[in-house]
């Protein structure tokens, strides 16, 4: 299954959007790598609801519902209007997927429904304080998954122009101790690893990790591992 070869009406249309560009479109690896460890994690779990925040175009979403048919209630959440939009014009018949648009980084940010599990890949850096941070550990589901750039020195805060957007450019770089550190007010369970063989940020000294958050240990991140690599 090659996915960035796939010119059907949903890929086209979401791909079409003048306020981000998304990554996954120029650089596979990191979209299949991580599709690679969330359909066994799913398979291992088995949860109804499921929950991406931050979504994007909601890629992950689209590809995990070609592997599952029983989820009884699907979220996808991003602060991009235009994606929202259009994610919900392509959802508008299946009334159990529903797309919000909302901004993660907000204190007041609520979550409409519960989930047994939720996806959050490549933003948590954009909110940018710790404690706003806290709050949205505090929300998310019983078994979270994460995908995050963290600096592996010291902590970054950026604030710059950036020349790639052509915007202005925010984001909190924290190490790994400190992710851990806000997790576990939350979840008992908290396992990481390095997401992929090689760098893809242009920072020096940051990387990208899979965290895998759980209040009842379930599965292991080993496990995935184990087997989680065959699409990519």
């Not at 479109?25 to 109804?48: A, M, T």
């Not at 209007?81 to 508008?92: D, F, T």
Request: hydrophobic share 35%; with cysteine.
């Amino acid at each position: 299954m090659n996915i960035t070869k796939d010119k059907s009406e949903y890929w086209v249309d979401l791909k079409d959007n003048s306020q981000t560009v998304s990554t996954s479109w120029s650089d596979p690896k990191r979209f299949y790598c991580d599709v690679g460890h969330i359909v066994p994690l799913i398979n291992l779990l088995k949860p109804i609801s499921i929950r991406d925040i931050a979504c994007g175009n909601g890629r992950h979403i689209k590809v995990l519902l070609e592997f599952f048919d029983h989820f009884k209630n699907v979220e996808l959440w991003d602060f991009n209007s235009i994606y929202i939009e259009k994610l919900k014009r392509y959802y508008s018949k299946q009334s159990h997927i529903n797309a919000y648009e909302l901004d993660i980084s907000d204190e007041d940010c609520y979550f409409p429904t519960g989930s047994d599990l939720d996806l959050c890949f490549g933003s948590l850096h954009y909110i940018l304080k710790d404690d706003p941070l806290k709050v949205f550990f505090g929300r998310m589901a019983p078994t979270s998954f994460i995908r995050v750039p963290c600096s592996f020195e010291n902590r970054i805060e950026v604030d710059t122009f950036s020349e790639d957007l052509q915007a202005p450019y925010q984001a909190t770089y924290r190490t790994v101790e400190e992710y851990i550190e806000l997790l576990s007010l939350y979840y008992d369970n908290i396992e990481w690893k390095y997401a992929y063989d090689v760098s893809f940020d242009s920072l020096h000294n940051t990387r990208q990790i899979y965290i895998l958050c759980q209040k009842e240990k379930n599965v292991s991140l080993e496990s995935l591992e184990e087997w989680g690599h065959w699409l990519v």
